[in-house]
Nanobody, 129 residues
Framework: QVQLVESGGGSVQPGGSLRLSCAAS?????????????MGWFRQAPGKEREFVAA????????YYSDSVKGRFTISRDIAKNTVYLQMNSLKPEDTAVYYC?????????????????WGQGTQVTVSS
């Protein structure tokens, strides 16, 4: 079992930056096995479906981004700390949403939320002037 806890959300003006963190823990999680998890970030705005934002493959080999955040957001992972980050720059009002961290063990990197096994509770990001 894996538990995910997000932090780092808040309110920021357009053009600002935030860094989200997702700390993973669990009885079966070890430094070695953390490498085996695909880690992803999703977001959900009011009245909208949960959408893919970014993901990093097993062993941190490859990163993936939605077109709407490519070039502005960066996903990274610190295996030693069992933590995944989402650096968000040049934030826009349309980035306002609850951001969720997700994980699964897979050789591929899915973009559908339904394919992820583990979820955090979410952290609110609000971009407004």
């Amino acid at each position: 079992q894996v538990q995910l806890v997000e932090s780092g959300g808040g309110s920021v003006q357009p053009g600002g930056s935030l860094r989200l963190s997702c700390a993973a823990s669990g009885r079966t999680l070890s430094t070695l096995s953390m490498n085996s998890y695909v880690m992803g970030w999703f977001r959900q705005a009011p009245g909208k479906e949960r959408e893919f934002v970014a993901a990093v493959s097993r062993f941190g080999v490859t990163t993936y981004y939605s077109d709407s955040v490519k070039g502005r957001f960066t996903i990274s992972r610190d295996i030693a700390k069992n933590t995944v980050y989402l650096q968000m720059n040049s934030l826009k009002p349309e980035d306002t949403a609850v951001y969720y961290c997700a994980a699964l063990i897979s050789g591929s990197v899915p973009r559908r939320a339904s394919e992820y096994n583990y979820w955090g509770q979410g952290t609110q990001v609000t971009v407004s002037s």
